[in-house]
Structures are given as C-alpha cells and as structure tokens.
C-alpha cells in the first residue's frame, strides 16, 4: 500500500456510483527515488529499556531495608527476608545467561545466596 505525502499529486477516481478511492501512480517516482527513505530512517523505535536501572534501585532499596533490621531495630527474621526479595531484582543485566556473566557477578550474586541461606538456616535452629 502507497500512502500520499501531498493530497493534490493524489487524484480520486471513482470505482462505482458511491465507492471512491485514492491513486498515487503518479507521485511513484517519488517514492522510489530515496528521499522518503531517509525520512523513515531518521525516526527512533527504540525504547529505553528500564528494568536495569529499576532492578538496581530496588535491589539496593531491598539491601538498605535489611541493613536496618539488622543494625537498627535487630529483626534478623526481617532482614534475611528483605535479602531474599533483594535478589528478585537483577542488579545486573537480567536478560543475560548466567554462562555468559562475568566472573564478579556471578559470585556476587552466588555470595548474596549463600548469606540468606546461611539466614534462614540461623532463623530455623535460633
């Protein structure tokens, strides 16, 4: 389907007594001559992708949030749960395979598991 950039280069034509319809024939040359090319590729499609920045602001919201059940109020049950919520958001890329990370994420985050396990397993024997 052509779409008319100007109404006048398009001309009505009439199929039956009351169907109309629109032909660009002669603004073709037009078309094919690179210059409405240009302008599509000029426009951005591209969305900013926000769940990095979004996962490291609540990864660290989370982490703050334990850090003071742990040095303010002593709630070690509280603390551990917030880091466990902590690790639903990805503070790294969520979209990578964890075989293709880099070695400091993955430990990382292999630490950050093994801290709320070591939490859960304080929580059930206290």
Same mark, same amino acid.
């Given at each position: ?17 009351k169907e109309f319809f629109f032909s660009c ?24 992708? =926000? ?5 490291? *602001?609540?990864?660290? /919201? &989370?982490?703050? #949030? ?22 639903i958001f990805d503070p ?15 430990? =990382? ?5 093994? *801290?709320?396990?070591? /939490? &859960?397993?304080? #929580?059930?024997?206290?």
């Amino acid at each position: 389907m052509r779409l008319c950039y100007s109404f006048n280069a398009c001309t009505a034509m009439k199929r039956s007594s009351k169907e109309f319809f629109f032909s660009c024939n002669n603004l073709l040359s037009n078309v094919t001559d690179g210059k409405n090319d240009n302008m599509t590729n000029n426009v951005s499609t591209k969305t900013k992708d =926000w769940t990095k920045s979004v996962n490291k *602001i609540l990864y660290t /919201g &989370f982490i703050l #949030i334990a850090v003071f059940y742990i040095l303010f109020s002593k709630n070690i049950p509280e603390a551990v749960s917030s880091l466990g919520i902590a690790l639903i958001f990805d503070p790294f890329n969520p979209n990578q395979p964890w075989s293709q990370r880099p070695l400091y994420q993955r430990i =990382w985050l292999f630490v950050h598991v093994s *801290i709320v396990l070591l /939490g &859960f397993v304080y #929580i059930s024997i206290r």
